[in-house]
């Protein structure tokens, strides 16, 4: 099954949405889940942990998305939320990787690389990037430090092939 999973902070506030709906929310630092080399999509870097299945249009926004902005990328589904027949994505985006057949960043100028042999796969909206759980995971260069984005939202479909797996991250700081 696929899921919409997306990560709000607002400074001092992490909200942690599944599907539209908030699942968690929690008050913390950003300060211990980042580095300053890059966004790194399926890989944790503390602990070499690496997502196992599919991950479909992730997106990082320069502002905590409210509730109803969560809604609106999970309600706008296969369509997309920013392709030619889809709804329009919330403002604020400053990398977005569709993954349908490359690792280009569409907002901006953050393309990824593919160590590993990441590849690609059907996706919830076109394809996505398939990952083994080993060792892939997609590599870009966008800034993801407190100090450069205090407020930030993580966005994205996920195909989980491992659900049971505890320590695999999807998002994260590169060491």
């Not at 070499?48 to 999970?74: C, H, K, M």
């Not at 919830?124 to 892939?136: A, H, P, R, T």
Request: hydrophobic share 35%.
């Amino acid at each position: 099954q696929r899921y919409h999973g997306a990560v709000t902070f607002d400074g001092t506030t992490l909200v942690l949405y599944l599907n539209g709906q908030v699942e968690a929310t929690t008050v913390m630092s950003l300060n211990t889940i980042v580095d300053a080399n890059g966004l790194t999509i399926s890989r944790r870097p503390d602990s070499n942990a690496y997502w196992t299945g599919q991950i479909d249009e992730p997106a990082i926004y320069n502002r905590a998305l409210s509730l109803s902005e969560i809604q609106s990328v999970f309600n706008a589904g296969t369509s997309g939320k920013s392709k030619p027949t889809a709804t329009v994505a919330p403002t604020g985006i400053v990398g977005f990787w569709a993954g349908d057949g490359d690792s280009n960043d569409i907002a901006g100028s953050n393309n990824g690389t593919l160590p590993n042999g990441a590849g690609f796969a059907t996706g919830k909206v076109g394809q996505s990037f398939n990952l083994d759980g080993v060792d892939d995971y997609v590599q870009t260069d966008l800034d993801v430090q407190p100090s450069a984005m205090p407020n930030v939202t993580f966005e994205a479909w996920v195909f989980p092939q491992n659900p049971t797996g505890a320590d695999q991250a999807i998002f994260s700081g590169d060491d």
